[in-house]
């Protein structure tokens, strides 16, 4: 394949220790990775600012918020979550800079653990006459990413639903549901909410410096040691910049080389199903189901490589993911073991 190159700066890439910049010499050995978004939002006060800045509410007792968050959740290799209850709501909050739409059935999986926490802890009977009062949920996605221009939206678990036609009245209402409030915090966008939190906006502001300095030549290392130096100039996370710096520049290089990782990838495995979809295409022997067979060979072949590339991902299996791609029998039996 003519990406092999590529493959190969990707390869080093997967090293074990996260190096930090001004010190290239210090590393941080990690069992698990936090976004940023969720490190400079693990303070409670910024956490109850975020939440006032989302509802128009005026919260002040740090006390009366209780921090949820199921620490052994960890999406794509990152812990991106933070969820909490406060005056009988609860809360969940993600942060994406990849564009996804099963957010919905993530929500429904991890709300499903809340609740079953929440009625252990407060000692409930399931099988009661009575009726179990339950927190209200909220779900709200912070997007960071460049592939959506929007500035909110909605996403519904029923959306994915396949209704049968031969469902109708009331069996046709799906009896499960969850919305996620998808929320553009990419500096410009939402600016009303942002200027409301300002942890908030210090880090869409954080992320846009570091994005123009890229856009001007300079590596990731350089574009966030400049842009750190930028934010303490104007009072922009300073709190966290002056006692974290190396963690969080560290941070910020590890999502960013995990993300082009991903994409990177991506590509590589939708290259193989466009070829397998067009091998599978000219099978056909006349001109109309031959281009019939290309098009739908091109997007089943692309599918499944797809649905491969990010099940390994989700399971942090990168070293055997890029083997698979050099090695299509080893391919092959990945796709059987995932049933694809």
Not at 228 to 249: I, P, S
Not at 265 to 272: I, S, T, Y
Not at 275 to 295: A, H, P, S, T, Y
Request: net charge neutral; hydrophobic share 35%.
């Amino acid at each position: 394949m003519k990406s092999g190159k590529k493959r190969n700066k990707i390869h080093v890439k997967r090293k074990p220790q996260v190096s930090l910049t001004p010190d290239k010499g210090t590393y941080v050995q990690r069992t698990h990775k936090d976004t940023l978004f969720r490190f400079i939002f693990r303070d409670k006060r910024k956490l109850l600012e975020l939440y006032n800045a989302i509802n128009g509410s005026s919260y002040e007792d740090t006390d009366s918020l209780v921090v949820t968050t199921l620490e052994n959740v960890i999406y794509l290799g990152y812990k991106n979550d933070v969820s909490f209850l406060l005056d009988w709501v609860l809360c969940l909050v993600e942060h994406q800079s990849s564009w996804n739409p099963n957010i919905p059935i993530r929500g429904v999986l991890y709300f499903a653990r809340l609740y079953k926490d929440f009625i252990e802890r407060g000692g409930y009977n399931l099988y009661s006459t009575r009726q179990i009062p339950l927190p209200f949920p909220q779900y709200i996605i912070f997007y960071n990413g460049t592939d959506k221009n929007m500035e909110r939206e909605v996403i519904c678990l029923s959306d994915a639903f396949t209704v049968p036609e031969s469902l109708n009245g009331e069996l046709a209402v799906p009896a499960l549901e969850c919305r996620a409030l998808v929320l553009n915090i990419n500096y410009g966008k939402n600016q009303e909410l942002l200027t409301k939190c300002k942890p908030l906006l210090d880090y869409s502001r954080f992320i846009s410096y570091i994005r123009q300095n890229i856009s001007k030549g300079n590596t990731a290392e350089e574009a966030v040691d400049m842009a750190v130096e930028q934010c303490l100039r104007e009072d922009v996370l300073t709190d966290v910049l002056k006692a974290n710096r190396k963690e969080v520049v560290g941070m910020f290089l590890d999502e960013f080389d995990d993300e082009l990782y991903r994409k990177a990838l991506m590509e590589e495995f939708k290259q193989e199903g466009r070829e397998e979809g067009r091998k599978e295409g000219r099978i056909e022997g006349q001109e109309e189901g031959r281009k019939e067979g290309l098009r739908e060979g091109l997007a089943e072949g692309s599918e499944r490589i797809s649905r491969l590339c990010r099940r390994l991902v989700q399971d942090n299996r990168m070293d055997e993911l890029v083997r698979s791609v050099n090695d299509r029998d080893f391919q092959e039996e990945l796709l059987k073991e995932y049933g694809l």
